[in-house]
């Protein structure tokens, strides 16, 4: 599988461990794509300390505009490598309270209809980005052959009388 990597992510996953090259391109929006599905696929990355300075001042107003783009996509999320118990513990450098970052996060997700991830870990964060895209890409796969074989059926000639009777 080809995994788009947008060329601003800093950390991007290697999915050494995954059958998956990674080609870099500018997305637009989110972190992580499918060739051809820019625009309808996409997976933000972030860390706990990348999400929380996305929860306050100038930075909430542009993490919202890309949330906003996210929701028209069919498949987005936003992974994030921590656990809501290292929200809870302030396993963070913020002066925001560990209740105001999971109520901003579950406000988002009503708000915008764009889920975000507790996996864990970058491991974690890594395995659920591979996995939503390889479902994703399966899915397209079984609706383009579907879609091929009513085309298909669609301008075959009908069956000959013969055909009819032997079947």
Same mark, same amino acid.
């Given at each position: 599988?080809? &995994?788009?990597?947008?060329t601003?992510? +800093?950390?991007?996953?290697?999915?050494?461990?995954?059958e998956?090259?990674?080609?870099?391109?500018? #997305?637009?929006t989110? %972190?992580? @794509? #499918?060739?051809?599905?820019? =625009?309808?696929?996409? &997976?933000?990355?972030?860390? *706990? !300390?990348d999400?929380? !300075?996305?929860?306050? !001042?100038?930075?909430?107003?542009r993490?919202?505009?890309?949330?906003?783009?996210? @929701?028209?996509? =069919?498949?987005?999320?936003?992974?994030?490598?921590?656990?809501?118990? %290292?929200?809870?513990? !302030? *396993?963070?450098?913020?002066?925001?309270?560990?209740?105001?970052? #999971? +109520? @901003?996060v #579950?406000?988002f +997700?009503?708000?915008?209809?764009?889920?975000?991830?507790?996996c864990?870990?970058?491991?974690g964060?890594?395995?659920?980005?591979?996995?939503?895209?390889? $479902?994703?890409?399966?899915? &397209?796969?079984?609706?383009? $052959?579907?879609?091929?074989?009513? +085309?298909?059926?669609?301008?075959?000639?009908?069956? @000959?009388?013969?055909?009819?009777?032997?079947?």
């Amino acid at each position: 599988m080809r &995994i788009v990597v947008d060329t601003r992510e +800093q950390r991007p996953f290697p999915f050494a461990k995954y059958e998956a090259t990674v080609e870099r391109a500018a #997305l637009p929006t989110a %972190d992580y @794509s #499918l060739p051809g599905f820019e =625009d309808r696929v996409g &997976i933000e990355r972030k860390e *706990l !300390g990348d999400l929380v !300075g996305c929860l306050m !001042g100038a930075n909430r107003e542009r993490f919202e505009k890309e949330l906003r783009r996210l @929701s028209a996509y =069919d498949l987005k999320a936003v992974v994030i490598e921590a656990s809501m118990r %290292d929200v809870a513990d !302030g *396993l963070y450098r913020s002066e925001m309270k560990p209740h105001a970052v #999971l +109520q @901003s996060v #579950l406000a988002f +997700q009503v708000r915008y209809a764009v889920p975000f991830l507790w996996c864990g870990d970058r491991s974690g964060a890594e395995y659920t980005t591979f996995w939503l895209l390889a $479902k994703y890409a399966r899915e &397209i796969e079984e609706r383009m $052959k579907a879609l091929t074989k009513a +085309q298909a059926k669609a301008n075959a000639p009908p069956p @000959s009388r013969a055909e009819l009777t032997t079947a």
